[in-house]
């Protein structure tokens, strides 16, 4: 059975498996396994749970085990799983830990969701830069337990002051006698900590390093935010513009762990955002009403060349997107992307104009054939600039560029792009 | 001017944020800065470089600086260099380096690509179970430059198999009389070579550790993979679901650094095979041609139609994609999840049918009115479970899931819903 696999795995000390498998369970169970655990064995495996599950669990245990379990967590992910929670829960737990405890998660609270002091680890070990390597190797061997890492070494002056980074590799290959602040590693600059928290994470991957540090307005460190919150934050942010490209809001859980009601609510909201744009698609045809009346055949083609629209401006904005989030491209290189994106376009609208002819011709006449394939032209060019277009502009309003997804720039085109059709149409047929 | 500010950066050692400045220089402004530096200097420089620029370089620098920048690069780091250039140059640069470079990269080639073995190092430290501590610091301190990590060492025995891996934290903190063996992480298991990059990558983000050790079918052990590649490869990955999601094949390297035609060629493809899908929507319209002739009203409410369907189905797959490439859903869940979705899109449907029904009255009249209500409620059920089921049965048959994109299922669903619309209305308007 699967709670006795868990229960191997835990006594195997292999506590993130554990928790994977634990996963899988119903909630009752879920908690059931973690209550017959000794306090210890729990809080190693609730440390590798999903805040999902972590919050599923809190809402069964008894009273005693949760507070030592959300005691027993990292300053940073107690914060991430209080967010989640209601405020009154959340308030109880937090009256019911250490003072110690409570004054960080309280500190972390404070600073702007996604920004990177929430994300920040306030146990951290500060060395003094005229320390020799020999004092401070004592003073981990000493201290290295409270802290979340040793791998990344901050230095401060005796204010506080952010002055540096040491890398413990470092500390372990030098003389014994080397002061700290010779070891400095001169490539790591300090985050604000109301700064965004996709900036310190792209930082530790640009630099290769294991942890940032935060710093506040006058300099003085508050904290490191480590690689695997690093590699979280990055994860999120790729799940949010997933999300957004499919047009719906992220649910930032686990998908069976999420309600069909609460699923419905990730996408409710886009839809009829979408649904409202696609009301103009109804509005442009009634004007081209007789047009479509006299040649009905213009008809069959409208699904085929809004796809097509959709499809070229959907590529190019997902692009772009992606190039922005990475910062390859910035808003102020806006009117080279639009001509390149504009070129690709009409090259690709070229290529299907041309594919398209011949079938087109025999199906519906000569006439129809050069209206659709002026028109795949037009509307490849077309799309695929304005696909550019949005998420730049959405960029440079503060707006996530990522809101500019593929149903949203599809159902912006159609509208435009029957336009187009409706009046190459008339130009050519009447 | 901004060679100066790049410059600048590399006296002060900032190595990563010089490399992302270079990265805003026109590649022959890149390659003469490159020239001009150091050989210890550009070798830092080089390794912050994103591949892409590494290659444009690599055609312009002079035979000895590009030698000395390829080799001095870690060897899976080579490798994602050498994988980019063409055949005869890969083949050029790696007779140029020392034997033992050259062979350990040959190594990794010989891995599938995206697979463990291509990410890993082979610059790792072994220590043997009898070890002390003492004893294991001090081979640290005295060969640890030669290895990429020394956060993570792995302990193998003597004809190399792998036995666990032990944390430099673990080290520093203990008893200098302490044996290797006690201290080994249970948490950590190894990954076989051949085994898909992500899994690796997301191993390492489970259990939170610094590397992961990577083995041969034999269990000995091959090399590490570092959590900075794990970073990199996450990365890529949410690169690869995004560009999907818009229906193009991800660049893989920084958007300025491609050409217009590669561009389009990473779109082409897909575009076409949309285009060829959409073909079915004309054969639907053209069988329901003499219904839409008798009411031509109905054409207007087409476009509506088919985005809000083709949005909530790609609402759906955009979730699903993002679940099971982070491991919530397997394909064996396809009932539970169909069911889920279908009440999803049903519920969703239902909605927007209430809020459309006295607009659509005002504009068309009563009986459109109820046949637009209608047909939303069964199109967004429908593409709802279509869009769940498509990325589901591609997993299970072994095809990326990510394929099942938006655009793709906008296409895919666009044929199928117009078929309801019209029988829907032939049922209740004759």
């Known amino acids: 059975m699967e709670m006795l696999e868990v229960q191997q795995l835990v006594e195997q000390e292999q506590f993130a498996l554990a928790a994977e498998h634990l996963s899988r369970l119903t909630p009752d169970e879920q908690a059931e396994l973690l209550e017959n655990l000794s306090d210890n064995q729990a809080a190693d495996v609730f440390k590798f749970m999903d805040t999902a599950y972590q919050e599923h669990a809190v809402r069964r245990l008894s009273q005693r085990r949760v507070l030592r379990l959300v005691e027993s967590l990292d300053p940073d992910d107690r914060v991430r799983l209080l967010e989640q929670m209601p405020a009154t829960l959340a308030r109880r737990l937090l009256t019911g830990i250490s003072p110690t405890e409570r004054r960080m998660t309280s500190e972390l609270l404070g600073y702007p969701r996604e920004s ?11 060395l ?38 040491v890398h413990l590799r470092e500390l372990v290959m030098s003389e014994p006698d080397t002061e700290v602040m010779d070891l400095i590693d001169p490539g790591i600059e300090p985050i604000p900590a109301t700064e965004d928290r996709e900036r310190a994470a792209r930082l530790i991957q640009s630099t290769d390093t294991l942890a940032a540090p935060v710093v506040d307005a006058q300099g003085r460190l508050l904290g490191l935010v480590t690689v695997d919150d690093a590699m979280d934050i990055l994860d999120r942010e790729g799940e949010e513009d997933l999300a957004r490209a499919g047009g719906a809001e992220p649910l930032n859980r686990p998908y069976f762990s999420v309600s069909v009601l609460r699923l419905a609510g990730a996408r409710v909201v886009w839809l009829l955002a979408l649904a409202v744009t696609a009301v103009l698609t109804v509005n442009v045809l009634k004007v081209f009403e007789e047009t479509l009346e006299t040649v009905v055949t213009l008809a069959l083609f409208i699904p085929l060349l809004i796809d097509t629209g959709g499809n070229s401006g959907a590529q190019s904005a997902t692009t772009l997107v992606r190039a922005m989030s990475v910062g390859e491209v910035e808003p102020s290189d806006f009117f080279r992307i639009l001509l390149r994106e504009a070129i690709v376009g009409i090259l690709l609208g070229s290529m299907l104009a041309a594919i398209s002819m011949i079938p087109v011709w025999l199906f519906a006449g000569k006439k129809i054939a050069y209206v659709v394939a002026l028109t795949l032209v037009v509307i490849c060019g077309w799309a695929s600039a304005v696909g550019a277009a949005v998420p730049l502009a959405a960029r440079r309003i503060g707006i996530d560029p990522a809101v500019a997804s593929a149903p949203f720039i599809t159902t912006l085109i159609d509208a435009t792009g029957l336009i187009f059709y409706f009046l190459i149409a008339r130009a050519i047929l009447f």
């Open 128 to 165: 003094a830069p005229t320390q020799t390597v020999r004092d401070a190797l004592a003073q981990i061997r000493e201290k290295g337990r409270t802290a979340e890492t040793v791998y990344v070494l901050p230095v401060v002056d005796d204010e506080g002051h952010f002055l540096g980074v």
């Open 116 to 126: 990177a002091g929430r994300y920040m680890t306030p146990e951290f070990l500060p």
